[in-house]
T-cell receptor
Framework: QKEVEQDPGPLSVPEGAIVSLNCTYSNSAFQYFMWYRQYSRKGPELLMYTYSSGNKEDGRFTAQVDKSSKYISLFIRDSQPSDSATYLCAMGSYSGAGSYQLTFGKGTKLSVIP | DAGVIQSPRHEVTEMGQEVTLRCKPISGHDYLFWYRQTMMRGLELLIYFNNNVPIDDSGMPEDRFSAKMPNASFSTLKIQPSEPRDSAVYFC????????????FGQGTRLTVV
């Protein structure tokens, strides 16, 4: 079983729809959870991050973490054509200075149709 | 700051040739990462440096791959000899030291080995 599983899609929705993107993970040591957005032929950029179970909202975006189920979600309300991109979940743990672990999902390609 | 700068943006080379990818991280960042992205495997961490010191190179696929960071503002990833299966987009990213800090990605180098 891979450490992080993410449905690659593609996912196509009409403008204005609510989008739900999901990842599951197997490593209980993960402490923080991120969503990156990657436009075509660009590098990923951080969209949201959270440490704890529950919801975190930022404008039209809501990140949800359920540590007991090892499941994270990103919700996009009132989706716009400009949201068309690949969304990658990422999760990691930190164990002291110099250490680093951040594991990415494969990404879900989203298209929002006008 | 201009962000993480990678060069070249595109590289096409023949099998067996040496390829050198370059990266300038964001000034003041302590970590530098090299990632490889393919459709099949997603975004994979190859190696990362902390304060110019390689910390974990377990993601480097073979001895044909090597990375250096001679100073805080420059890193290279070299493939010698290159093979067609090395074709991918290679990203460099940098971040500050500390828990849960954002990794900033460059635009990537699209490598094609024919």
């Amino acid at each position: 079983q891979k450490e992080v599983e993410q449905d690659p899609g593609p996912l196509s929705v009409p403008e204005g729809a609510i989008v739900s993107l999901n990842c599951t993970y197997s490593n209980s040591a993960f402490q923080y959870f991120m969503w990156y957005r990657q436009y075509s032929r660009k590098g990923p950029e951080l969209l949201m991050y959270t440490y704890s179970s529950g919801n975190k909202e930022d404008g039209r975006f809501t990140a949800q973490v359920d540590k007991s189920s090892k499941y994270i979600s990103l919700f996009i309300r009132d989706s716009q054509p400009s949201d068309s991109a690949t969304y990658l979940c990422a999760m990691g743990s930190y164990s002291g200075a110099g250490s680093y672990q951040l594991t990415f999902g494969k990404g879900t390609k989203l298209s929002v149709i006008p | 700051d201009a962000g993480v700068i990678q060069s070249p943006r595109h590289e096409v080379t023949e099998m067996g040739q040496e390829v050198t990818l370059r990266c300038k991280p964001i000034s003041g960042h302590d970590y530098l990462f090299w990632y490889r992205q393919t459709m099949m495997r997603g975004l994979e961490l190859l190696i990362y440096f902390n304060n110019n010191v390689p910390i974990d190179d377990s993601g480097m696929p073979e001895d044909r791959f090597s990375a250096k960071m001679p100073n805080a503002s420059f890193s290279t990833l070299k493939i010698q000899p290159s093979e067609p299966r090395d074709s991918a987009v290679y990203f460099c990213a940098s971040s500050l030291q500390g828990q849960n800090t954002e990794a900033f990605f460059g635009q990537g180098t699209r490598l094609t080995v024919v």
